[in-house]
């Protein structure tokens, strides 16, 4: 937790919240905690992607209030996924993760597999088009 000494509000969550997971870099745990660094941004550039980011268990299970898991959600987006979030980007609202986190995940692993495909599909078509 050094990473978060002398800091306060979203970045001290994460911190006490998801790095023993997801690492302070954002750099997951290879074969079983997915990564955040270069990935997460990517998924609100696909239809569920956002809604999925607060429903999967980790999220919607946090010992968080509504606005302390919006406020960490897009502070993950901005240090880890700043590169791929998409203009226009609207960040989280308590209203909204109080709403999603409600109804959480039951297949992760299913989820998370068609939303890796539509993001390549989507990252296949931008390629081409800038062809």
């Known amino acids: 937790m050094a990473a978060a000494q002398g800091t ?5 969550d994460y911190a006490v919240t998801c790095q023993g997971c997801h690492r302070a870099d954002g ?13 997460v941004g990517r998924f609100l550039g696909v ?12 999220v919607a299970q946090a010992p968080l209030d509504d606005a302390a898991l919006a406020a960490v959600l ?6 880890f996924g700043r590169d791929d979030v998409p203009k226009g980007f609207v960040p989280y609202t308590a209203e909204e993760v109080g ?10 692993a299913g989820a998370r597999r ?18």
């Open 8 to 12: 306060s509000g979203p970045a001290l």
């Open 27 to 39: 750099a997951g745990t290879p074969g079983t905690v997915p990564p955040l660094a270069g990935s």
């Open 47 to 58: 239809p569920g992607g956002r809604e999925f980011l607060v429903r999967v268990p980790g």
């Open 74 to 79: 897009n502070w993950m987006l901005a240090r």
């Open 99 to 108: 709403r999603l986190r409600g109804r959480p995940l039951t297949d992760v």
């Open 114 to 131: 068609q939303l890796a495909r539509a993001i390549e599909r989507a990252k296949q078509a931008g390629e081409r088009a800038r062809r």
